[in-house]
Each structure stands twice: as C-alpha cells, then as structure tokens.
C-alpha cells in the first residue's frame, strides 16, 4: 500500500503534467480573450480627427446637406417636381453616408476592417456628392418657383458643393500619399495580443 506522503507526491506530479501539457497544447485559446479585450479597447471617440481639417469637414458637411433636406422638404406644392425630388434624393443620400462615414471615423470602427481601403471610400464618396449635389443645386435653382425655401435649398446646396469639393481635393491628396495606416495599426495590435498572451504562458512560474 502507498502511504500518504507517496499518493501526495504522485498527485502533485500528474498536476504539474497536466499544466504543462496543458500550455503546450496547440488548442488551448491563448489568444482570443487578448485579442477581444484589444478591439473593445479600440472603440472610442477619436476627439483628434474631430478637430483635424477632414474631420471639421465632415461634420460642416452633414449639417448642411440635413440643413437643405429639411428646406426642401417644407416645400408643399410644385409643378414640375423633378428638380425637387433630385435635390431631395442627393441631400438625403449625403446626410446618410456621410454621416456614417463621420461615425466610423470618429470611434474608429475603420481601423476594426482593415480590408477596406477607407481613404478611396472617401474620395469616392465626397468626389460623387460634388458633383451630385452640383447637379442638384443647379437644376433647383434653373426650375423653381421663387419660394423662400426653394432659394434656402439652392443656397445650401452651392455651399455644401464647395465643401465637399474642398473635402475631395484633400482626399485626393491623402489617397495619392497612401496614408491609411488602416491595416498596419491592426495587424501590430494583433501581433502585440498574440506576444503579450504567449508571454504569459511562458512566464508562468508553474512552469518553470
């Protein structure tokens, strides 16, 4: 029969057997909780892009555009209506991109999508709202009934235009330079994850 010191000692071994191959398993989830804590980590309110040039940019141009949708729809009566609707659509479709595009920026959700080439998908949006919103203001102000919130749209909407086009002549020159940074800020936040939770096993005193 083993006595107590034995039986004792046979079970500290197998516990120590068992935490080391344990560690070494290559199915144990090392990484995952690391890796989840970082991207919660990441959301918060970017108050620098907030203040940078692209980002007061951003926010003159979501005001504006919900500024001539809200004038244009005060409009009650009009024939013919096309030039209306046109405005209508263009404003409401740029209040909501871009919009969501200011959301994104400003928590930056975009460094979570590093496949995204967000500075093309800036050009693009701010590119085709100028000349949309162009089109729009200048129908509007060619086919109108000389209302006060027909002429409060068109004004708006000359103002948003040189604002986005101001805005695309930046992102041009943002996506010329390649300055996205997108991919590499993510990929080292995961390489960082997966050394600091290997780290952690190989530190671990038990182990030593």
Not at 80 to 95: D, I, R
């Amino acid at each position: 029969m083993r006595t107590g010191a034995e039986a004792e000692g046979l079970d500290g071994e197998a516990s120590n057997a068992s935490m080391i191959s344990g560690a070494s398993s290559p199915y144990q989830p090392t990484t995952e909780p690391v890796q989840a804590r970082s991207l919660l980590g990441g959301i918060r309110c970017d108050l620098e892009y907030l203040r940078s040039y692209l980002g007061i940019l951003k926010v003159v141009e979501v005001v504006l555009a919900l500024l001539g949708f809200i004038c244009i729809e005060t409009i009650m009566m009009c024939a013919p209506c096309g030039g209306v609707y046109f405005f209508e659509f263009v404003s409401c479709s740029a209040f909501v991109v871009t919009g969501v595009l200011l959301f994104i920026f400003s928590l930056n959700l975009h460094i979570k999508v590093p496949h995204v080439n967000w500075n093309l998908t800036d050009l693009v949006n701010t590119g085709a709202c100028t000349l949309f919103f162009f089109l729009a203001s200048l129908v509007l102000a060619c086919i109108n009934h000389g209302t006060s919130a027909e002429i409060a749209a068109v004004v708006f909407g000359f103002l948003v235009t040189c604002v986005y086009g101001l805005n695309s002549f930046l992102a041009v020159r943002k996506w010329r330079r390649g300055d996205s940074g997108q991919g590499v800020t993510t990929s080292s936040e995961y390489t960082r994850a997966r050394t600091a939770s290997r780290g952690e096993v190989e530190t671990r005193p038990e182990l030593a």
